[in-house]
């Protein structure tokens, strides 16, 4: 029955409209009796679904919108008001109607990625391609996506190249060229060129099912505004009912009493703030800027330090191996070979550039590894073929006791003072080589981090693991407020601490499996997506799955905005109200007009927060910008 209602409640509003429509219509022809029995039927056919919502609600304990309008229109029945029952009942659904609508746009990022999500995949099973059902597609099954398909799970090309589409996963619009190797992520569609892939992320495991999973749960989750609105709310509805018996013992007018009853429902208060978080979110999501609730939302707008990881983060994260530098060895192609072997255990972007450096000059690094041992932020320690190695920087050196003779000392700081970061490759307890590597700042990160330091940002620095000659080059070249360097994971938390400690609101960003202790420990963590790895993905409260620093800075202004947001339509639902109140006091304010109006300021509030759809800092600061040169 109830179930029946719902689903039937746009028809219900129809009917009651066009029995409101005939009702007049008999009083303009003479039939003042047919009026009445017309309204009353409209309030009656109106006011099933109102006063079932008000019933559930009070066996729930709760005071709803729902029961003050049930109230109102049985007292406007009561006292023969059958134009204001009516038409209330009618408002007050054809507002819900609306509302419903209006919401469906601020949703409408989360309903385009869902829309974007592939239901069939080609695969090759015994030698013949066969579409299936994407739910099907298991791990290491061989995809092939034609120009215009859509990549229907994570992996890497094994043969062609293309151009593809990212937007859905990135948020950038410009294509992407990919060929043998790259990664390609699911929900992302083929421009043009043909590719086969090795699957490696299926089902709800790809990262395109992750970014819609997430979206989804920080769309439900509330701020802090969203907590505080429902608990007043709570307090509130309960009390404008006692406040209206209070008005009618005073003034012994009930259709008084009613109308400030209805005038005084908090709609427009109790959705201006969940409207303004979804909103918010969904432009996040549709520009790459993954946001894990409304409360993370409210305090990143209030962060006003940021701290940073450098490599994979400030830099572009793809390093090349300028140099090897042989010490007490013969072959530079064995010792690349061995360390490779090495570096294939490692998540670290160092380890995975000498990885790419034996590949690309065809170099088989194959075989058994024994005793293999990450060792966070200094390096790793393992045996190939009964040899050891130990491969990291100067402080792994130290702890493993392997002597650094002067001169290799004196070439890694050369190097280091060049902007290379060194690695030191030993063997059997010897200094064998150093490998010289090289990364470059990104491109954005000059400019986003100046437009975040004029929205608000105080303090910009940078802690890294690499060495003070590398580290002091790139705070020098960005312009940072202090830079630590040569730190281990555990001293990256200590340092986000002792910024908490001074009073400041932390945002930490990084991307390797290193970054993720201080991530976790700073009021915001932020993660970059593309080539950060699950655990500081998972950690992160903020995810930039384009790993640019524009959509950080985008991120940041969004937050702000959204905020704002929220305190306007906090203000102006508030403001309503007072207004109204005062109106009904006065006697200027009738219950129909009451209703008409605070059903507009709902819609308003909606409006007003659809407004961050369109969000776009870049137009807006152009805008600014633009005015200016004409000043």
Known sequence: MIKTINQHKNHITAITAILIVFGFTSEIMGNAG???????IATIVAGVPIFMKAFQA?????????????????GALIIGEYVESA?????????????????EKTRSSLKKLVDMAPQEAVVVRNENHVTVPVEEVAEGDHVIIRSGGSIPVDGNIMFGRASLNESAVTGESIPASKKLNDKVFSGTIV??????????????????SKIIELVEEAQESKSKTEKFLNKFANVYTPAVVILSIAVYILTRDLHLAITFLVVACPGALVIGAPVSNVAGIGNGAKNGFLVKGGEVMDTFSKVDTLVFDKTGTLTKGKPEVTDIKLFNYQDTNELLRLVAQVETISEHHLGQTIVKEASNRKIDFRGELKEGKVIKGNGISAKVNDQSLTVGNRHLMNSENIEVPAEVAAYAVNCEMAGNTAIYAAVDGKVAGVFSIADQIREDAPKALAEMRKNGIKKIVMLTGDNRHTAALVASKLGLDEYQAELLPEDKVIFVKKLQNEGHVVAMAGDGINDAPAIAAADIGLAMGEGGTDVSMETADVVLMADSLMQFSHGYSLSK???SNMKQNTFFSVGIVVVLLAGVLAGTVHLASGMFIHEASVLLVILNAMRLIRFNHKRRREEVNLKISHA
């Open 34 to 40: 047919v009026k009445d029995i017309t309204l009353i």
């Open 58 to 74: 009070l066996r729930m304990k709760a005071f709803s919108i729902e029961l003050l309008v049930t109230i109102a229109v049985i």
């Open 87 to 103: 038409v209330v009942t009618f408002l007050f659904l054809f507002g819900a109607f609306l509302e419903a609508r209006t919401l």
């Open 191 to 208: 421009d043009n060129g043909y590719i086969e892939i090795v699957a490696e992320k299926v089902g709800n495991d790809t990262t395109f």
């Open 561 to 563: 905005a959204t905020v």
